[in-house]
């Protein structure tokens, strides 16, 4: 490992061999979002009302449980790959990397065990109680 | 240029108050009645009308968008007018998709 260029000191040492699997999940992610999300969407639209009633009903059905579930796994994943691309862009000192890598890890898997917990409550208490 | 920037755009935005809002909306419901109400009365505001206009738009922009680097990575598309045209039309079809969606909304319930 040479001292010169940036290419200099990598040349030679082959790739970080984890790149493709972060560019695969994004994509794969992406495609759990589409499919999901506008699943979500037509459903809302063709639910009877939003109120507190209908929609702790609806939610309590396994068979919406889970795909809310499932898409909140790939939403928080899929957002956590893309906050980290902007990060990378723009965050280029260490520490303040490594600060808001935690706090977006922490947001991720915060923010997707808070919506799963949430809906399972509702799946398992049987809605509106 | 403007497509790509407008990809990243969208997709922070869903990320942080899209994401959020979701999660608010799931734990009010789970929490009960009270809980719901109010985010249902932040929901109903002007905001909150704004802010969901907002995403349904972000939310196609970003997914056609989305479809566009799909196709691009299997290597097709790249050829000059192909790629200008897709990049031209893509905003004008979330903006059409989400006056659609918001349309249904208005003139039937809630």
């Given at each position: 490992m040479g001292t010169g260029t940036g290419i200099g000191r990598v040349r030679?040492?082959?790739?970080?061999?984890s790149g493709a699997h972060h560019w695969l999940v994004q994509r794969y992610t992406a495609v759990g979002n589409l499919l999901l999300v506008v699943w979500l969407i037509i459903s809302l639209l063709k639910l009877?009302?939003?109120d507190y009633g209908s929609v702790t009903a609806w939610i309590a059905n396994p068979l919406v449980a889970l795909p809310l579930i499932l898409m909140l796994v790939s939403i928080f994943w899929h957002l956590r790959l893309g906050l980290q691309v902007l990060m990378e862009d723009y965050v280029h000192d260490d520490g303040l990397k490594f600060f808001c890598t935690l706090l977006l890890n922490f947001y991720a898997l915060g923010g997707a065990a808070a919506g799963a917990f949430a809906v399972a409550k509702i799946a398992f208490t049987g809605g509106a109680a | 240029m403007a497509i790509s920037i407008l990809h990243r755009v969208t997709g922070d935005g869903l990320a942080v108050v899209g994401a959020l809002g979701l999660v608010w909306w799931l734990m009010a419901a789970a929490m009960g009645q009270e809980a719901y109400d109010y985010f249902i009365s932040w929901a109903k505001s002007p905001i909150g009308y704004v802010v969901m206009i907002g995403l349904t738009w972000a939310f196609f922009q970003h997914l056609l968008s989305g479809l566009r680097h799909f196709v691009l990575d299997m290597g097709?598309?790249?050829e000059l007018k192909v790629n200008k045209s897709w990049s031209i039309l893509l905003p004008f079809l979330a903006i059409a998709i989400t006056v659609v969606i918001w349309a249904l909304i208005f003139t039937r319930h809630i």
């Open positions: 030679g040492l082959g790739s970080a061999k009877s009302g939003l | 097709a598309g790249y």
